[in-house]
């Protein structure tokens, strides 16, 4: 298939960027690269010893993804454009309606000029708000207690109706849960713009020195050790769901939101001391007042992935803080130079 791929060079995009080039599908990746870096691309172009198109553009600038959708004719879209960090959404609501929900306002008019119908979109499991009961089936009510939450939900909503409106339409919205670690290479990952506000690449950086100690975000929760409990999913496995949700879109019809999880909590303490264990570094830990807005625990009924994409995750924590330890262990500033 040809599979258009907005934000292919973020974390997640990049992933699966290599994942769907070892699928043999011709690729095009469409970023501004605001949030990741060209290199990316290049080493994903080396692990995978494929060539591929890249557009360097704006979601927003609809001439430039029009032009660039028309030229390639894809089968499939997937679109991971966008901004992802809820503090900042608090703060620029705006820029994240405009950037999340405009900027796929955008896509969906430039795929209707080139002919596709398919879409595969990065969603997250924030659309379903504070839990009401745990493990978060597709069925749980929807809610977003946030900007960046509102967009993903907007966004869910009018894929719905564009699918229910345009004959022989597909909509995959892919309900992510903590997406961790990195490819197995250590040549990809992730790479935050300024101070990370996710746990993971903050162990990370703990862990080889740019930061003196974690802040656990409280540890008073109803939790097994009082510290908040999510379900991370190994980055990988996130991207083999969207080789299987590209499947599945090109074989169906009509809109279906999937959780990808591994159906495990795991606490802030049970990260920490994996990731001792994976980097052989301590990760030193104060714990502090709890994070606005944070809940208890999250984690998915993964089912549904199961029966609908045949997909499952088969990687653990360790394999997460290893790759995330090998990919922060020889990238030390990431993408820029050392
Ligand atoms: C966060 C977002 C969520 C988004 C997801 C993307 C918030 C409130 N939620 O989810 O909308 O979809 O990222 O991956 O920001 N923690 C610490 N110390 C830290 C960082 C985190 O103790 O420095 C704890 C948190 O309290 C939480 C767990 O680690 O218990 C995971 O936090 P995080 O990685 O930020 O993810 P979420 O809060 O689940």
């Not at 839990?131 to 719905?160: C, F, S, W």
Request: glycine share 10%; charged share 20%; net charge negative.
């Amino acid at each position: 298939m040809r599979v258009f791929l907005t934000g292919g060079a973020g974390y997640i995009g990049s992933h699966t960027l290599l994942e769907i080039l070892s699928k043999a599908h011709e690729v095009c990746v469409y970023d501004d690269y605001s949030n990741s870096a060209p290199v990316a691309l290049m080493r994903v172009e080396r692990l995978s010893n494929r060539t591929f198109q890249a557009v360097t553009g704006d979601v927003l600038d609809q001439g430039s993804l029009a032009k660039a959708l028309v030229d390639f004719k894809p089968d499939v879209v997937v679109h991971f454009a966008g901004k992802k960090a809820v503090g900042e959404s608090v703060a620029k609501p705006l820029m994240y309606y405009e950037n999340n929900v405009v900027g796929t306002l955008s896509l969906l008019r430039g795929m209707e000029a080139a002919g596709c119908k398919r879409i595969v979109f990065s969603s997250s499991a924030t659309v379903y708000g504070e839990p009401q009961y745990l493990p978060l089936d597709e069925k749980h009510p929807l809610a977003a207690t946030n900007p960046y939450g509102q967009t993903k939900l907007m966004v869910e909503h009018i894929l719905r109706d564009w699918c229910a409106a345009r004959e022989g339409a597909s909509a995959v919205l892919l309900r992510y849960f903590n997406p961790v670690g990195a490819h197995d290479s250590g040549q990809i990952g992730e790479d935050p713009n300024d101070i990370p506000n996710n746990l993971m690449p903050f162990v990370s950086q703990v862990a080889v020195g740019r930061r003196a100690k974690l802040q656990v975000f409280g540890g008073d929760y109803d939790t097994k050790d009082g510290t908040g409990v999510r379900d991370y999913i190994h980055v990988v496995d996130l991207a083999k769901a969207h080789a299987a949700a590209i499947s599945y879109a090109e074989a169906h019809k009509g809109c279906e939101a999937i959780n990808v999880g591994t159906g495990q909590g795991v606490s802030v303490l049970d990260v920490v001391k994996a990731f001792e264990q994976g980097s052989g570094q301590p990760v030193p830990y104060e714990v502090v007042a709890r994070r606005p807005g944070d809940v208890a625990a999250c984690y998915a009924d993964a089912s549904k992935a199961e029966s609908l994409l045949g997909w499952q995750a088969t990687r653990d924590l360790a394999d997460m803080c290893e790759t995330a330890w090998k990919w922060q262990s020889q990238n030390p500033n990431g993408y820029a130079a050392p």
